[in-house]
């Protein structure tokens, strides 16, 4: 067996397959990019808003019984005018506040989302679960999940965004199967 170098040189390149080609086009994406070309990412964007002082940005998802589908967390993202604390909760209880709608990342597809969603500016309420918890700075800020973080059926997601005077976002990204 021959003693051969096995790095590159310019003289003696190691062999290598071609695999995207003009003739044989290859394309890498990763699971969110083909959830959204699926038709099956969305998003959910609660706008900047202003958070009062003894309040927090509340951003809520529940994958409802009888869905029959699994919600994958994609990532979570926004800005914050303020020093502020991101909690992520297991469960937990938003009175009042409205249900905004989520979008799908495949525009123009009619397929809609199957959780149900809230949003209020205040207080959680319930017996919620810490799943993550950091400090946030003034500016912008962003979780990559990737689909590790998962809301089965009967289960429901809470993001929050403060306590303190602040206006804030969070854009929660998911796909669903």
Do not use: C, H
């Amino acid at each position: 067996m021959p003693n051969n170098k096995v790095f590159n040189t310019v003289s003696m390149p190691i062999y290598s397959l071609q695999t995207n080609t003009y003739t044989s086009p290859a394309v890498e994406e990763d699971a969110s990019a083909a959830a959204a070309a699926a038709g099956i990412s969305f998003w959910l964007p609660t706008g900047n808003v202003s958070v009062g002082g003894s309040a927090n940005l509340l951003l809520q998802i529940t994958n409802p019984s009888g869905s029959g589908k699994t919600v994958s967390i994609n990532q979570i993202s926004g800005g914050s005018s303020a020093s502020a604390s991101l909690i992520l909760y297991s469960g937990g209880t938003i009175t009042g506040g409205t249900t905004p709608t989520p979008s799908n990342s495949r525009l123009g597809t009619a397929t809609t989302s199957i959780v149900t969603t809230k949003q209020l500016t205040g207080t959680l309420t319930g017996s919620p679960t810490t799943l993550y918890s950091t400090f946030v700075t003034a500016g912008l800020y962003n979780l990559v999940f990737q689909g590790g973080l998962v809301v089965p059926v009967n289960q429901t997601l809470t993001v929050s965004l403060g306590v303190g005077s602040l206006t804030g976002s969070i854009n929660l990204n998911w796909w669903e199967v």
